[in-house]
């Protein structure tokens, strides 16, 4: 999946060593937004929503994330809640 | 803004009456003899160290365990009747570790680590990121330690306008929940007293008849409400209650305490079902959650299990969510000071300026201290070494014994405390401060093609001032393969000993040009290193990933402790190392050996690399420690002109060879430590092997172009 600077994904499913992503954060069901990518682009840096956190990470470990888009409405209704 | 009145703290409700007077600190002559061990346990970056280092105020006596991998620090206090002993132990994600450092946590929580027993746990907790942390409090909870969560950097929370609603946190975990500020110390004496209340309860509890306790949960089995159970999809347990449990995502506020209290008991069923289901006992698994994780090596052909696992895993998750979400909430949205800071810190056109620019400053005054402290030393060790040396003048054998011990002890004092003690300050004012972990994302990519990550990159450059303090740095380094690989490559990093030997001979006799060609060749051949080594051992690629803190304003104390920590540890490994070394030297000299030595290396030094015969004494000493090859080349010629007696050619062959031949003793002596000895001996072989093969090719190439 080509990910994009400055939106937002749902987290649907982590396909390998779920605890390791666990660890830092990267749970199903959670929202992420990406900030950044830097160079030549395989250094993600991206912010766990609910977890108020900022993590970077490189892009084979995304390969591991089934993300879903989250519509940009969807998104602020749930900020509202 | 930031508070200044230690009363905008809520403290604990129930703890009012217990004041922080000094009598409950020290009351002298009081018989102590009951004991009591706490861990510091929490996310890297959540502030234990600034904790345990708050409470150095009533501190009795400090320890550190340099340990094999990673080391930490401890420190006895009174309290009460108490003596305890406090451990700040390494940053801990979950039960479920990743790298050593975690790691070495894990066994002491455990108990796999014998020489430890804890009697109590403090979870210091980031609160800005408190949802994050309750993942290790869920696992924390399974240990059956009594445990105090210590919500610390509230003052930040605070500014960021984040509510923690802790009465609720409280009864959910049924724990004490207390806020502090560690950086001022507020409220860190109360917690470590609130958990010796809670360990005097625990204790007190545990003589009570167990078929109260028995009772009591059945009572709780009766108010609790069965939620529906619809779409089972596992029917693997025998227990209804629990398998309803399993698949629920949201909880509701009443059951959350239920939840959370049954939690450690669904999983001890769980782990009894699989365990009889397989061979393996429950005993052999130290920790529930540790246990699960291996289920794949344990029985291999139970795929089911590792599913099972998964459904739990995310039963955790579903759980913290549902206490976020009643207990924790974020304040407006507004841009940070963070955000502000990173939009040039982290973008691609503004960031590596920046970067070199910290860099340039950090290694600017590294290397200003250390030429200026080394200056005043000589002086200082020049006094000393007169004295000594007329006092074992007269002592026959014993003269080679006293020299090498006085030379061993004034070389590593030469080396640690001019370079590699400002070079660990200001690398650990840099880590303290948030910024390495954003150098590391910007290099990252850079790194990859040579099969290591960004985690590594501190240690090259620490490479620079001295090698034994960056291999020791690659502690944090997120698996065993990245370490060793970079444990390998940083000898061919020019330390700072190497550069005052090319400061005086090639940039002096050759100029600077060459100087900067000797770096670049040092650099280029550790590159190679890397992509050779990776060729033959084929370690896997490795993953990067990281946190990227808050900026934060860097405490003295930590940093001071952390220098301490580090310097302790390089004198335990590598000192006594140089020290038996230069013994040996001596007396090779002593019983005139040496000259059998040029002889016998002529073949090498003079044959093959055409160098002076009495370059051979010089290298072996260079062994010992860089700089004293170039001490040792002025004394075997007599001269300190070294023109008069070697041609530009050699000059520049002889400091090819010195620059890679092999890293110093004391870095093969933390190397040995920190990646083994295979590896170790891999390296050596490996920097002889590219020394002999480049200064040879670089002579003959030379001679071919005349250029020198
Ligand atoms: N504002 C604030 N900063 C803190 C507090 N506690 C620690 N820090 C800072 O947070 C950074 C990381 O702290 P440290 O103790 O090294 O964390 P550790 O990795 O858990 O040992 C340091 O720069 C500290 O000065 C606190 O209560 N408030
Ligand atoms: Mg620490």
Known sequence: MNIEKNKVYRIKKITENYPLYMNYGLIEGNLIKIIDKISTGKTIYLEIIGFNRKLALSDELINNIILEDVKNTEFTDDNEK | ?708
């Open chain 2, 1 to 708: 803004m930031i508070m200044k009145n230690s009363k905008n703290i809520e403290i604990y409700q129930g703890c009012q009456n217990c004041e922080l007077t000094s009598t409950n600190v020290r009351i002298k002559n009081l018989k102590r003899t009951k004991k009591l061990t706490i861990a510091l346990v929490g996310q890297p970056n959540s502030g234990k160290s600034t904790f345990f280092n708050s409470l150095s105020n009533y501190k009795v006596n400090t320890a550190n365990y340099p340990g094999t991998t990673v080391g930490f620090n401890s420190t006895t206090i009174y309290v009460k009747d108490y003596q305890v002993e406090i451990l700040d132990l390494p940053g801990l994600y979950s039960l479920n570790y990743s790298d050593l450092a975690e790691k070495i946590t894990f066994e002491i929580l455990t108990n796999s680590d014998k020489s430890f027993k804890i009697d109590g746990i403090i979870q210091v907790i980031e609160t800005a990121s408190l949802p994050h942390s309750l993942l290790l409090t869920m696992d924390l909870i399974t240990l059956d330690i009594p445990i105090v969560i210590a919500l610390n950097m509230f003052d930040e929370a605070r500014i960021k306008g984040i509510n923690v609603n802790i009465p609720k946190l409280q009864e959910i975990f049924n724990l004490p929940v207390i806020p502090t500020i560690s950086i001022k110390g507020e409220n860190t004496f109360l917690t470590v007293l609130k958990l010796i209340e809670l360990i005097e309860k625990t204790r007190k509890n545990h003589s009570i008849d167990s078929r109260s306790k028995l009772s009591e949960s059945n009572k709780d089995q009766q108010n609790y409400k069965l939620p529906d159970m619809t779409n089972q999809k596992l029917t693997y347990y025998n227990d209804e209650k629990i398998n309803n449990l399993l698949y629920k995502i949201h909880f509701s506020e009443n059951e959350l305490p239920y939840i959370v209290k049954n939690y450690k008991e669904i999983w001890k069923k769980l782990m009894k079902d699989i365990f009889q289901s397989t061979d393996c006992h429950i005993e052999n698994c130290k920790v529930i959650p540790a246990c699960l994780m291996n289920i794949e090596k344990i029985a291999p052909n139970m795929i089911s299990l590792a599913n099972i696992r998964d459904e739990l895993l995310k039963l955790k998750s579903n759980i913290i969510t549902s206490i976020s979400s009643f207990v924790f909430s974020l304040g407006e949205p507004k841009p940070t000071f963070d955000d502000l800071v990173d939009k040039y810190v982290l973008s691609k056109k503004s960031g590596y300026f920046i970067l070199f620019g910290i860099f340039f400053i950090a290694f600017y005054l590294a290397y200003f201290t250390g030429n200026f402290t080394a200056d005043k030393m000589e002086i200082i060790f020049g006094f000393f070494d007169n004295y000594i040396s007329n006092f074992s003048e007269n002592l026959g054998i014993l003269k080679p014994l006293i020299d090498g011990i006085k030379d061993g002890i004034f070389g590593g004092i030469g080396i640690v405390i001019p370079y590699l003690i400002p070079f660990i300050f200001f690398m650990s004012l840099l880590e303290d401060s948030g910024y390495i972990p954003r150098m590391m994302y910007l290099v990252n990519d850079f790194l990859k093609p040579f099969g290591i990550t960004a985690r590594s990159v501190l240690g090259f450059v620490l490479g620079l001032g001295c090698n034994v303090s960056a291999i020791m740095s690659l502690r944090g380094a997120m698996n065993n393969n990245e370490r060793i690989l970079a444990g390998m490559v940083i000898p061919f990093i020019t330390c700072s000993a190497r550069t005052v030997v090319l400061m005086a001979l090639v940039v002096g006799y050759l100029g600077a040009l060459w100087g900067i060609f000797m770096y670049i060749l040092a650099f280029t051949v550790a590159f190679t290193m890397l992509l050779i080594i990776n060729k033959f051992l084929k370690f896997s690629m490795q993953s990067f990933m990281i946190h990227i803190p808050s900026y934060r304003f860097p405490s003295l104390k930590n940093i001071l402790s952390k220098v301490w920590l580090r310097f302790k540890s390089f004198v335990y490994s590598a000192w006594p190392v140089l020290i038996l070394g230069t013994i040996t030297i001596n007396y090779i000299s002593y019983f005139q050996i040496d000259g059998y030595i040029n002889s016998f290396l002529s073949f090498f030094t003079t044959k093959l690399l055409g160098l002076p015969d009495e370059t051979g004494i010089p290298l072996i000493f260079g062994i010992l420690a860089k700089e004293y090859a170039l001490v040792m080349l002025f004394s075997a010629f007599g001269t300190q002109d070294i023109k008069s007696v070697m041609t530009n050619l050699q000059i520049f062959t002889f400091c090819v060879f010195m620059l890679l031949y092999t890293p110093c003793l004391s870095t093969i002596a933390v190397q040995t430590r920190e990646i083994g000895l295979k590896y170790t001996i891999y390296s050596i072989i490996l920097s002889f092997l590219s020394a002999t093969l480049i200064s040879f090719m670089l002579n003959k190439l030379i001679q071919i172009w005349k250029i020198l």
